[in-house]
């Protein structure tokens, strides 16, 4: 059985960071690319990087330069290191991954942003 746990969400004052972790089983980790989205209220679910099986990320432009992608194959974990949090951050945020057919989504963990 397929299961992507994330944690490390909580509150951070505009500024700060946190680091959110995605821990996976029931899959051989390396060979998955892994995705982060997160969802805002009121709003569509947003890609906001990716860490290719090889460990090359690529972000989208809202977090570019901000956020941070790294993988342990080793311990099955992907890491979403946040920095420089402001308010529209403030989301759900998910660890995916897919390959071929397959689809796999945690519960998320949410992030607010506030002071």
């Known amino acids: 059985q397929v299961q992507l746990v994330e944690s490390g969400g909580g509150l951070v004052q505009p500024g700060g960071s946190l680091r959110l972790s995605c821990a996976a089983s029931?899959?051989?980790?390396?060979?998955?690319?892994m995705y982060w989205y997160r969802q805002a209220p009121g709003k569509q679910r947003e890609l906001i990087g990716i860490i290719t099986n090889g460990g090359t990320p690529n972000y989208a432009g809202s977090v570019k330069g901000r956020f941070a992608l790294s993988r342990d194959n080793a311990k099955k974990m992907v890491y979403l290191q946040m920095n420089i949090l402001k308010p529209e951050d403030t989301a759900v945020y998910y660890c995916n991954t897919r390959r071929g057919k397959e689809d796999y989504w945690g519960h998320g963990t949410q992030v607010t942003v506030s002071s």
């Open positions: 029931g899959i051989i980790f390396s060979i998955y690319d």
